[in-house]
């Protein structure tokens, strides 16, 4: 049987029959419920609080109650727990903590919290300008922007708005103190980032904190970092009150105050000599709400790939993250991506269209290959086959034929989208340093230790299977249990679309190792630790070198039809060819197509989430509209083996790529459906009509 | 007061107030946790039961419209044949990854099929566009459903 061959998901029963618990369906002895007192201003000072009197069984936890009040991510510069001062709409100033729900709310609407509100931020147009707004800035370049000889220019600005993950199960966590040791379960990507953000406010040693994942109802990178700020209150107040507390969020509550994707501005400007592209610059601006968080990563990420699927000689990437009083950004499958290839992919349509070339004939000219160097400068090191990849999109979507027929109100578009799998530059190796362990026992059964998460991506499935390929056992002879930190080592978070490449290639070592073990009749442990390939270059303060591992590829295509009265726009099809490496498992595979065309296409023409005044406006499934099945196109896709070196079996990352296509294509169909330019997303009728009848 | 239905086939009695939200109750009081909450405002799907023949959003359902009524949440459902046909297909086509909407998706599709008469692709849709699925984006879900029909027509 061939790797990609596909196989049953190990883990499909339990959540098919309702027997899978999640964490707001397990039973915890004395369990007590919390919700959580937040801001209902954007910016302030809390000048005090008061809690009504003569109530019972309400336990109050705030600041007071934290050891060290900061959640630790990547700086320590986000509150446990409010203080003096608030930031945003909902900031948590405090934990109310009881046995009885209903009590707990009556008390609730009872408090009442003093401010002297300050002046808030809540734009990019008021941030710019302003070094005090600064979250982080960057830029670099590539060869020689500053002396181009050029006999036109075309600049474009493009925006996009906020996204909301809307995982199906809202985050969840329970809390445990338990003869001294805190426990935290409950939904989550990253135990580990857990555990550290408990070992910074917490005064107890790392032997007396754990971290056990329960079944996770999907993340998408929305329980990325925001668990830990959750972790730390829950864990607070179980310590507090010596019993298990539950935070489980309304889903208004969690759509309103939770992390979402950076609403961004981006300006591209083209230098032109004889219709060629002969320099470009890039400025990116994110909103990153009141904390840094995770944005200066995002943005990162959206600055090191931004020269797209395309060699382009002389470049400058500039970038900032603006602090303002909206509510706090942070990880979404895409992590920047979405963004600036957006972007880049609407500016090279529009390029096309403005040097009247055809889009595809026109990207053709530009595509990178193996020895060509990145926008970082980085030398591409792995076989690169985008103009195959253009075949067959031409072939799988009769491109052709539908571009030139122009039948009116329909429209054709396409994208071409890089995506770099693991952690930037050196982050694997300096930053993440990630273990995987095998232990083979009596029996012969195989235990993966690793704490990369099941969230409904298929780890469990994927990674057991790359396990069971390498010792040519049965899958079922492989135990892969939630991770829990008093059992399996810091095999890094599961995010970044590494799981698969980076996570997975150590099993396959691990299991290379075992192999020559599995007669041994006793227990055997194989450990791995990660090593940097050696081709891999890298200057983090430049923001120089091989900014990935590798890179997946994606081609895809959009076909619309638009209604000429109401501007309603229908994606009927969806065409998409994903250079991933191996695939490991194609059943896996089309899952996360058919998922993240489904969260692009919502990104491209649907969901619309806005702030006013610090609040968002769009909290439930009624006014945030995110695709049914009704709205689904015709989904085609096809995939281009290219096994990569340093993957397991040759694969490489496959979870955010397919996301972040779909809008650009989309925005191109339109485009082409009308003749006029569409730069911002989500792309809905009301932005049509604005458009068109400007 | 004490509030009698049917819950998967028993005769049950619980103390309740006329408002509560069966939701809860099949939850909390009954531990039924198969039946999921996901949006609480009948948007999502997640929380889907049959109550006598119809589906429902349990969680808009108050105690006082249950009185007397037959429930039936997905752990009453696994136990019949034709829970086993679904269950395969979708394991077989791929339509589970978080899970988190999966129990409810099952219930939409037994609904559809408990209609009777001829079951067109509208139908499915229609059927299931109250579900919301984040993960799947739908297709593999679509395709176990017409995997369901054709074992079940094959059968009739
Ligand atoms: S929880 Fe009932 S419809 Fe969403
Ligand atoms: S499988 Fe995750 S929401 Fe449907």
């Known amino acids: 049987m061939n790797i990609s061959d596909r196989i049953n998901r190990i883990d499909s029963k339990e959540k098919i029959n309702g027997q899978g618990k999640y964490i707001e369906d397990i039973q915890f002895e004395n369990l007590h419920f919390a919700r959580t007192l937040r801001s209902t201003i954007p910016k302030g000072k809390i000048v005090g609080v008061k809690y009504p009197e003569g109530y019972e069984g309400i336990c109050i936890v705030d600041a007071r109650d934290v050891y060290r009040n900061q959640v630790h991510m990547i700086d320590n510069e986000m509150p446990v727990f409010a203080d003096e001062k608030v930031s945003y709409i909902g900031e948590p100033i405090a934990l109310i903590v009881g046995k009885d729900k209903n009590n707990i709310i009556r008390f609730m609407n009872q408090i009442e919290v003093y401010y002297e509100e300050e002046h808030g931020i809540f734009s990019i147009d008021e941030c710019r300008g302003k070094t005090e707004q600064i979250i982080s800035s960057h830029r670099f370049d ?18 996009t708005g906020y996204q909301e993950q809307l995982y199906m199960e809202k985050q969840g966590l329970v809390g445990d103190f338990c003869e001294g040791i805190v426990t935290i379960y409950g939904s989550m990507q990253c135990p580990y980032y857990i555990k550290n953000a408990l070992l910074h406010c917490m005064d107890l040693p790392s032997d007396q904190i754990r971290v056990v994942q329960a079944l996770t109802g999907g993340a998408f990178g929305g329980k990325e970092e925001y668990p830990s700020l959750m972790a730390c209150q829950v864990a607070a107040a179980a310590q507090k009150i010596g019993a298990p507390v539950r935070l489980v969020f309304d889903r208004r509550e969690d759509m309103t105050y939770t992390t979402k994707r950076h609403p961004s501005r981006s300006i591209i400007k083209s230098y032109l000599k004889k219709g060629r592209i002969v320099g470009m610059e890039y400025f990116i601006e ?35 993250s603006y602090r303002t009083n909206n509510i706090f950004t942070g990880a979404f499958r895409g992590f920047g991506g979405p963004q600036s290839m957006f972007a880049l992919e609407q500016h090279i349509n529009q390029l096309a269209k403005h040097l009247k070339i055809d889009p595809m004939a026109f990207r053709r000219e530009y595509f990178v290959k193996q020895g060509d160097y990145s926008a970082t400068s980085g030398q591409f090191h792995e076989e690169i086959f985008l103009d195959q990849m253009a075949d067959q999109l031409q072939l799988l979507s009769g491109y052709q034929d539908k571009i030139n027929r122009k039948l009116p109100n329909h429209g054709i578009g396409i994208s071409f989208i890089p995506h770099g799998g693991g952690f930037t530059g050196d982050g694997e190796a300096n930053h993440i340093k990630g273990v995987v362990k095998l232990v083979k026992d009596k029996e012969g059964y195989v235990s993966i230790l690793v704490s990369s998460v099941e969230m409904g991506q298929g780890a469990k499935t994927v990674l057991s299977k790359i396990v069971a390929s390498v010792l040519a056992i049965d899958i079922h002879r492989i135990i892969y249990h939630n991770p829990d930190t008093f059992i399996v080592p810091d095999s890094g978070p599961t995010v970044a679309s590494r799981t698969t ?22 227990e055997v442990v194989v450990e791995e630790h990660y090593i940097h390939p050696d081709y891999m270059v890298w200057d983090q303060d430049k923001l120089k070198g091989n900014a990935y591992l590798s890179y997946s590829w994606s081609a895809v295509a959009a076909e619309v039809i638009i209604d000429p009265l109401t501007y309603e726009i229908t994606c009927t099809d969806i065409y998409g060819v994903y250079d991933v490496g191996t695939p490991i498992d194609k059943s896996a595979l089309l899952g996360q197509i058919h998922g993240g065309i489904a969260q692009g296409l919502g990104y491209g023409m649907m969901e619309v989430m806005t702030s006013n005044q610090g609040l968002i406006q769009h909290n439930s499934f009624s006014s945030y509209t995110v695709p049914t099945m009704s709205d689904m196109p015709i989904i085609h896709s096809e995939c281009l083996m290219n096994p990569y070196q340093d993957g397991p079996f040759g694969a ?29 997303l989500p792309i809905t009728p009301e932005l049509i009509a604005e458009v068109v009848l400007k | 007061m004490m509030i009698e239905f049917e819950l998967n086939g028993e005769k049950v009695k619980i103390e309740s107030t006329l408002s509560m939200r069966l939701l809860d109750v099949i939850r909390n009081d009954f531990n039924l946790t198969g039946t999921k909450e996901g949006c609480s405002e009948g948007e999502c799907g997640a929380c889907i039961v049959f109550l006598d023949d119809q589906i429902v959003n349990s969680c808009m359902v108050p105690m006082s419209n249950v009185i007397g009524r037959r429930i039936e949440t997905i752990e009453g459902f696994s136990k019949t044949e034709r829970y086993q046909i679904i269950e395969r297909a979708f394991i077989e086509e791929g339509a589970v990854q978080c899970g988190f909407c999966t129990p409810g998706m099952i219930m939409a599709t037994e609904s559809i099929l408990r209609k009777g008469g001829p079951i067109t692709d509208e139908l499915i849709k229609e059927g299931l566009s109250g579900n919301i699925c984040r993960c799947t984006g739908y297709q593999t879900i679509y395709n176990a459903v017409q995997a369901v029909l054709k074992e079940v027509q094959a059968h009739v």
């Open chain 1, 652 to 680: 490489k990352a496959a979870g955010e790529l397919t996301l972040v296509g779909v809008a650009p294509a989309i925005a191109a169909a339109v485009e082409d459906a009308l003749g006029f330019e569409m730069n911002h």
């Open chain 1, 142 to 159: 590539k060869g020689n922007i500053d002396s181009l000889d050029y006999d036109d220019v075309f600049e474009r600005e493009y925006t």
């Open chain 1, 501 to 522: 490449m980076v996570v997975g290639n150590l099993l396959y070592r691990a299991a290379q190792k075992l192999k020559k073990q599995m007669d041994c009749l006793d």
């Open chain 1, 286 to 320: 994110l909103d990153g709400g009141p904390y840094a968080g995770l944005t200066d990563v995002v943005l990162q990420r959206a600055l090191l790939t931004m020269t797209g699927c395309y060699s382009i000689e002389n470049f400058r990437a500039e970038g900032i």
